[in-house]
């Protein structure tokens, strides 16, 4: 070993916490891949300085820990020209645009055009790296999480970000009281009064028990999370769009689109382009006709369902990401037949996965097991047995349940991307058993409706099926999905060893531990099956050959901070 290298790391080691040194005992007994631990001591806190010093120490640089993106989630500065107006195509939001609140996809990216979070999940890297905050370290247990702010940061109002401003809209995020969307990812870890100011450019976040990951709580991927400034009436905020981000708002057409220009004062490198535009479509065939037209420049996310001639096409430029997003089918463990699991596990046993894949993604997607857990996450554990198309076993359990004969029973979703198309599969492979789905394919306005238990069809129903976006960690999917007292638990799944898992596996903090936990939970998903996952996608995104600079990401947001268009 180096000396020079050996000297670098101990001063990392003597200056971190207890969490970030577990981190890199876990790394020098084998325990993780140099990938592995560039992305949890990234979380953990340690800088690209330590974490690169760390790796030296263990046998030369990583190139994987050198961030390629800039300020704001900006790709590579870009090579194009300054000036022009980037024309983006997307699904029109189906609510109003108030940060709290937004739960869809055409709502968070635009969020993300105007709004920063404390930190940013970057995919083109695979770590979390620093955006408005430019450090963070846990206590000991990892139940107090302290980040430094960065300075000289403005709204676009040209009032100072402060502490007070991400104390603020922390504690707003943070209230049962609000409807917070991102109470999702939030809820059961964070209350208001656990943020607190340090001093002005520091805040504090004691959480309710251990968490590992808080990070990614206050990321990117939890995009109501937009910093907006102490006192802000979240439902006047529509009228402003008030945030830090690299562009500022210019207009807004609900079913029609956005406009947004640079933001000059911004903290980070300046905004190439002179306008974004962004409009909006009810369906993904507009748009990819729209592209093809040259009358857009850019699609935020499509499925290859409809768009195979973007993948075959050499004058356009299709670029994926890999992802935890997922189709998620509940079955009510409420309401009969589905209180049985073995009806459960027998539609479960239904679903011809890799026709799927086939068929709806063009191989661009990866098979699922009934359970959150990705191949993505470190922490899945992939010795878990895969579920396969059993169409035997599935009349047998049918028969044990007291359904010879199969029976009848809605499936309720939205019209989105490959959703409806999922449903029909859905239904043919369930008829092979007996089971006869009714579908109810909906608007996406009137399938989310309030996005809360008695208003929404997602919700109520006794099938559904839901399209998840990207996360860094499964937590949300684990919590606000599938716990008694879950936000999104569209199954109404009620299982008090299933909770205890939960709770286990988000407070702890090394990966063998964490894997080990999963196991456990993704066997009680099997055995249960209140949902189920057939696949976890490849994030696509869609542009001409003109477009450069654009960082896509995974959970459904386009940065164009360094995007340009020739």
Not at 311 to 330: A, C, D, N, P
Not at 509 to 515: G, N
Request: glycine share 10%; with cysteine; proline share 6%.
């Amino acid at each position: 070993m180096n000396r020079t290298h050996a000297h670098e790391s101990d001063r990392v080691r003597h200056a971190s916490g207890e969490l970030q040194n577990h981190i890199i005992d876990e790394l020098t007994a084998g325990h993780l891949s140099r990938r592995q631990f560039v992305k949890r001591a990234s979380v953990a806190g340690l800088s690209a300085t330590a974490i690169g010093a760390v790796l030296a120490a263990c046998g030369g640089a990583n190139s994987s820990n050198k961030s390629s993106s800039g300020p704001s989630g900006a790709a590579p500065t870009s090579t194009g020209k300054k000036g022009g107006t980037m024309r983006v195509a997307q699904l029109a939001p189906v609510a109003s645009m108030n940060p709290l609140t937004v739960s869809d996809a055409g709502g968070l990216n635009l969020l993300a055009q105007v709004g920063e979070f404390l930190t940013f999940d970057n995919d083109t890297t695979e770590k979390l790296e620093p955006m408005l905050a430019t450090s963070w370290s846990p206590n000991s247990s990892g139940t107090e999480w302290t980040f430094k702010l960065r300075q000289g940061v403005k709204f676009h109002n040209g009032q100072t970000m402060t502490a007070d401003d991400v104390v603020y809209t922390f504690k707003q995020l943070s209230d049962p009281h609000n409807a917070s969307n991102a109470l999702s990812t939030l809820g059961g870890i964070l209350t208001p009064d656990g943020v607190s100011k340090v001093d002005s450019g520091t805040v504090r976040f004691k959480l309710h028990g251990p968490n590992g990951n808080f990070p990614y709580a206050v990321s990117s991927d939890n995009y109501n999370a937009i910093i907006v400034p102490a006192g802000t009436d979240y439902a006047k905020w529509p009228n402003t769009w008030i945030g830090t981000g690299a562009f500022k708002y210019v207009s807004y057409s609900a079913n029609n689109g956005a406009s947004f220009a640079p933001n000059h004062d911004y903290w980070g490198p300046k905004p190439l382009l002179s306008q974004t535009k962004f409009t909006f479509y009810g369906s993904q065939q507009p748009q990819v006709l729209a592209l093809q037209g040259g009358d857009v420049d850019l699609i935020n996310g499509i499925v290859p369902t409809g768009a195979e001639a973007l993948l075959t096409g050499s004058q356009y430029r299709v670029f994926g990401r890999k992802s935890s997003g997922h189709r998620e089918i509940s079955m009510r463990c409420d309401q009969a037949p589905f209180t049985d699991p073995r009806v459960r596990r027998a539609v479960a046993l239904t679903l011809d996965r890799p026709g799927m894949i086939s068929s709806l993604m063009s191989g661009k997607a990866v098979l699922g097991n009934d359970s959150p857990f990705a191949p993505k996450f470190p922490s899945t554990d992939l010795s878990v047995p895969q579920r396969k198309q059993d169409i035997a076993q599935a009349k047998q359990l049918l028969a044990q349940a007291g359904h010879p004969r199969g029976f009848s029973a809605t499936y309720t979703s939205e019209v989105t991307l490959e959703m409806p198309g999922l449903a029909q599969i859905v239904q043919q492979n369930a008829k092979l058993a007996g089971i006869d789905f009714k579908l109810d394919i909906l608007q996406q306005s009137s399938y989310y409706g309030k996005s809360s238990f008695g208003s929404s069809p997602w919700l109520d129903a006794t099938v559904s099926a839901v399209d998840y976006g990207d996360r860094g960690t499964p937590n949300i999917f684990l919590q606000a999905a599938l716990t008694s007292h879950g936000i999104w638990n569209a199954a109404h799944f009620k299982d008090p060893t299933y909770d205890k898992l939960v709770t286990q596996y988000v407070g702890e903090t090394d990966l063998s531990s964490q894997r080990a936990t999963a196991g456990k939970i993704e066997q009680l998903l099997l055995d249960q099956t209140p949902l189920m996952i057939p696949y976890f996608l490849t994030a696509l995104f869609a542009s001409s050959n003109k477009v450069s600079g654009v960082n896509p990401s995974s959970v459904g947001a386009v940065w164009l901070g360094q995007a340009s268009i020739a």
